[in-house]
DNA sequence: ATTTTATGTAAAGTTTTATTTACACAAATA
DNA sequence: TATTTGTGTAAATAAAACTTTACATAAAAT
């Protein structure tokens, strides 16, 4: 599964370890779902969804 | 999290089984996601949301 | 030129999701 | 009444998500 967390972490100015923070888990997790390592939980994507405010299928791809 | 999984299969006149097979999970599982005992990968979330064509914050909550 | 910042990655370990097998029970049906 | 169907649940195991610690490197800043 893709997603765009990269390019709306660019649009936002922030960094791997900021996001981290936000969503509460570690850098190494949002880069390893940044370079499609593993998908993220459900209740993670929810987060990084209502963070960018935008919904779970425009930030994640399953084909 | 909880979600509206038995209210969508009730709508479709789908068993737990059925559904289990169509996404591709044991029946076990449904029911366990169902029950909320736990929340499905993102993977299965799409799957479900492809299903019953449907957003998937439109049938998992988050709060 | 040196230090700091951001990113990539790896290994070991924990937690969560999912499978398999199996059994119990209620409701519908033969 | 006996059987089938749908659901709930449990234990053991496997697989995937996530953490922690740690190190390497490139780019930016001092």
Same mark, same amino acid.
């Given at each position: 599964?893709?997603?765009?967390?990269?390019?709306?972490?660019?649009?936002?100015?922030?960094?791997?370890?900021? =996001?981290?923070?936000?969503?509460?888990? &570690? !850098?190494?997790?949002?880069?390893? /779902? %940044?370079?499609?390592? @593993? $998908?993220?939980? =459900?209740?993670?994507?929810?987060?990084? &969804? !209502?963070?960018?405010?935008?919904? /779970? %299928?425009?930030?994640? @791809? $399953?084909?």
């Amino acid at each position: 599964m893709k997603n765009k967390i990269k390019v709306l972490r660019a649009e936002h100015n922030m960094t791997q370890a900021e =996001l981290a923070i936000k969503v509460q888990v &570690s !850098r190494q997790t949002i880069n390893a /779902i %940044e370079k499609g390592k @593993f $998908d993220p939980s =459900l209740p993670l994507a929810f987060k990084i &969804s !209502r963070l960018f405010k935008l919904p /779970i %299928e425009s930030i994640f @791809f $399953d084909r």
